[in-house]
C-alpha cells in the first residue's frame, strides 16, 4: 500500500513539473497581443527603414540583434554575396545612386515557440524595391525586373520588450 501511495506521489511531482515547465513556456493572451503588435511594428519600420539612407542607418541597424546579422542580399547589382551583414547591406544602401522604396505585402507568421529565454516566431512576407532616382523619379522595380517579389522568411525574436530580426533570407522564383 505504501509503495503504491509513494509511485502515486511521484507520478503527481513529475506530472506537476512538466505542467510547470509547458505554462512558463506558454505565453498570456496578453503577452501573444504583444508579441504579434511588436512583430508588426518591426516589419513596419523595416519597410519605412529598410530604404537606408545616412540619417536612418542607425534607425535600420536597430531592427537586427546586432549589426551582422545576415541579411538576404536582393540589392540589384551591388553585391554577388548571397547574405550581407546588417551593417554591409545598410552601408551598400547608402552608396547606390539610386534609393529604392521598399513594398512588403502578405505577411504571415508561423506560431511563436520558446528557446534559451526568449520567444521566436517565423515571419514571411512579399517584398518588392521600386528604384528611384535622385529627385524621386521612378526608374524601375524588382518585381518588373524579375516578374516576381522577393521572398523572405525572417526569425524574429521577442524578449517582452520588443522584436528583433534574427535572420532575414530569401528567394526570388522568376518565371
Known amino acids: ?16 513539473a512538466s505542467s510547470i515547465v509547458i505554462n512558463a513556456q506558454q505565453l498570456t493572451n496578453a503577452e501573444r497581443r504583444k508579441m504579434y503588435m511588436d512583430v508588426l511594428n518591426l516589419i513596419n519600420n523595416y519597410e519605412r527603414y529598410a530604404e537606408v539612407k545616412q540619417e536612418r542607418r542607425s534607425d535600420f541597424l536597430r531592427l537586427f540583434r546586432n549589426s551582422s546579422t545576415p541579411i538576404y542580399n536582393d540589392l540589384m547589382g551591388i553585391s554577388d554575396m548571397p547574405t550581407l551583414a546588417a551593417n554591409e547591406y545598410a552601408d551598400s544602401m547608402i552608396s547606390q545612386a539610386l534609393y529604392p522604396d521598399v513594398i512588403i505585402r502578405n505577411v504571415t507568421h508561423d506560431t511563436p515557440f520558446a528557446k534559451d529565454g526568449k520567444w521566436y516566431m517565423n515571419v514571411s512576407f512579399a517584398k518588392e524595391l521600386e528604384y528611384m532616382d535622385f529627385h524621386g523619379i521612378f526608374e524601375f522595380s524588382s518585381s518588373k525586373h524579375y516578374g516576381a517579389d522577393y521572398q523572405i522568411r525572417a526569425l524574429v525574436s521577442w524578449d517582452g520588450k520588443g522584436a528583433k530580426f534574427e535572420s532575414l533570407e530569401g528567394s526570388i522564383d522568376s518565371p
Do not use: Q
Open 1 to 16: 500500500m505504501k509503495m503504491k501511495t509513494t509511485i502515486k506521489y511521484i507520478l503527481f511531482l513529475v506530472l506537476c
